[in-house]
């Protein structure tokens, strides 16, 4: 079945260390995205990569970091520079960056940091 | 910048009755598309209907249709025939139409309970 995969479902670390959540998918999708989520909130924009080995800022940028090597796969970590780290990470895809472009999610991984 | 507000936190619709959900944007583009999407309890989140701007004809697929007023700035979402696993965050979402590529928008949504 096509679709997108975060791993792993909950993640806990200690404050100061940095961490990767893992973003893949089978969709043959050019675009992804890395959105956060807070209680009481809609999802803001943390980077998004319309291409391979190329990706930019969204509105919440800071303290997280990206890369695109693959087309499946665009994984984030996030850094110790992060203040508030502790979220719900959502991924997503689409087929490309155009707005119209349905942004198929995956299933999220919530980071605990203390 | 653009804003997308939603001023119910909360609705409660009894099942196969109808329910609306408001959503209200600002923007200075003439150009742009709107959203509704849903998350369950799984936090999966799900494209539920989609709007172009340009586009006078509301939308509408099955049960779900929306009330795009464009001068009003006003985007609901009238959900038909409630069932138990409509119960979900709705979260009402702007993106412009090109400019920076486009982000998406998010309102802080709409927390629906269905009444059996």
């Known amino acids: 079945d096509g679709g997108i995969t975060q791993s792993p479902k909950y993640l806990f670390r200690k404050e100061g260390q940095n961490v990767t959540l893992s973003c893949e998918q089978n969709?043959?999708?050019?675009?992804m995205y890395w959105y956060r989520q807070d209680p009481g909130q809609g999802l803001r924009l943390i980077y998004y990569?319309?291409?391979?080995?190329?990706?930019q800022k969204g509105d919440i940028a800071e303290g997280y970091s990206v890369s695109r090597e693959k087309k499946e796969s665009f994984p984030l970590t996030v850094t110790s520079a992060q203040k508030n780290p502790t979220a719900f990470y959502l991924c997503?895809?689409?087929?490309?960056?155009?707005?119209?472009?349905?942004?198929?999610f995956g299933p999220g991984t919530r980071l605990t940091v203390t | 910048a653009q804003t997308v507000t939603q001023s119910q936190p909360e609705m409660s619709v009894q099942e196969a009755e109808t329910v609306t959900l408001s959503c209200t944007y600002d923007?200075?583009?003439?150009?742009?598309?709107l959203f509704w999407y849903k998350q369950p309890p799984s936090r999966q989140m799900i494209l539920v209907i989609r709007?172009?701007?340009?586009?006078?004809q509301n939308a509408t697929e099955n049960r779900f249709s929306v009330n795009f007023q464009k001068a009003a700035k006003s985007f609901s979402l009238k959900i038909s025939d409630s069932q138990l696993g409509d119960a979900a965050m709705y979260f009402c979402?702007?993106?412009?139409?090109?400019?920076?590529?486009?982000?998406?928008?998010f309102g802080k949504g709409t927390k629906l309970s269905v009444k059996p």
């Open positions: 969709l043959n999708h050019d675009a």
């Open positions: 709007q172009e701007a340009y586009k006078q």
């Open positions: 997503a895809s689409s087929i490309g960056g155009r707005a119209g472009h349905e942004q198929y």
């Open positions: 990569s319309q291409i391979v080995n190329d990706f």
């Open positions: 979402a702007y993106r412009n139409y090109g400019g920076s590529q486009g982000n998406l928008i």
């Open positions: 923007t200075s583009e003439s150009d742009y598309y």
